[in-house]
């Protein structure tokens, strides 16, 4: 059994920071990628950074040059720097992992979201 469990999420005034944290737990074998997507009401969930077993890294558009995903190996845990926020950062957060088990299964789960608003 495998657990993700993301956190950090809060109140922030616009231009300021947070960092998310999504460790996961259990009998994983490796991971091939885990990242942060985020949702609003109405709309899609979409990706915001990911980062792929090699090192690489994705962004969307809009949070590049202001959010930085780094990872910790050792402890299967991944932290989204968000700096300079904005309002329209204002989202439910959630860690995204997927990954292989000791057993070869492969999965891809999610975390139970945590919500981040940006407001004066």
């Known amino acids: 059994q495998v657990h993700v469990v993301d956190s950090g999420g809060g109140l922030v005034q616009p231009g300021g920071s947070l960092r998310l944290s999504c460790a996961a737990s259990?009998?994983?074998?490796?991971?091939?990628?885990m990242g942060w997507y985020r949702q609003t009401l109405g709309k899609q969930r979409e990706l915001v950074a990911r980062?792929?077993?090699?090192?690489?890294?994705d962004y969307t558009d809009s949070v590049k040059c202001r959010f930085t995903i780094s990872r910790d190996n050792a402890k299967n845990t991944v932290y989204l720097h968000m700096n300079s926020l904005k309002p329209e950062d204002t989202a439910v957060y959630y860690c995204?992992?997927?990954?292989?088990?000791?057993?070869?299964?492969?999965?891809?789960?999610w975390g139970q979201g945590t919500q981040v608003t940006v407001s004066s």
């Open positions: 995204n992992l997927a990954a292989t088990l000791l057993t070869g299964r492969t999965i891809n789960t």
């Open positions: 259990g009998s994983i074998f490796s991971i091939s990628t």
């Open positions: 980062i792929i077993s090699g090192g690489s890294t």
